[in-house]
């Protein structure tokens, strides 16, 4: 243990205070080198696993299936179908733009899961760590809740509140 000094005290005399040995954080390089034969071989592999995402479609649907919205695994809009019995029974616009923005955000929700489902197998069998699994943020496959709103203040510090005038 070293001792540094750290200035006077009111007697006028120094203060010791025992300073800790340090060690630098040293990475296990066998084990750095261990796993580049792994990212190499996954990033060998990720586009095919792209391209195949890319080319599975995803559908969802409304009305009991009658309005139908397919969407390519990069998101592309491929096919709306809407069942001719729909226009029979004289269902307003709003009705229909509602069923089939449903049917939109259901057909999103399964291409974006097929994503994350297919992602984590990838990375699980070639034994990496999902990318950015578990950290808030953008890298992240989930996003963190939104921190609470602050509460309201019990009084006003700058004077801008409002004002009652007589």
Not at 150 to 157: R, T, V
Request: aromatic letters at 4%; hydrophobic letters at 40%.
């Amino acid at each position: 243990i070293r001792w540094a000094f750290c200035g006077s005290t009111a007697q006028g005399r120094l203060d010791e205070v025992p300073m800790l040995p340090r060690r630098a954080a040293t990475p296990n390089f066998g084990d750095l080198l261990g796993s580049m034969g792994k990212v190499s071989e996954a990033m060998k592999k990720m586009p095919e696993l792209q391209k195949r995402l890319r080319e599975t479609p995803s559908m969802g649907s409304a009305l009991g299936g009658k309005i139908n919205v397919t969407l390519s695994g990069d998101l592309a809009p491929l096919g709306v179908q809407i069942d001719e019995s729909l226009m029979e029974e004289g269902l307003n616009s709003k009705v229909m733009a509602d069923a089939v923005f449903l049917a939109m955000k259901e057909a999103h929700n399964a291409s974006l899961e097929l994503s994350r489902t297919e992602l984590s197998k990838f990375y699980k069998e070639m034994g990496v760590p999902v990318p950015g699994a578990g950290m808030p943020g953008p890298s992240g496959l989930s996003t963190p809740p939104a921190p609470p709103a602050p509460p309201p203040m019990e009084f006003d510090p700058a004077g801008l509140g409002p004002r009652i005038v007589d």
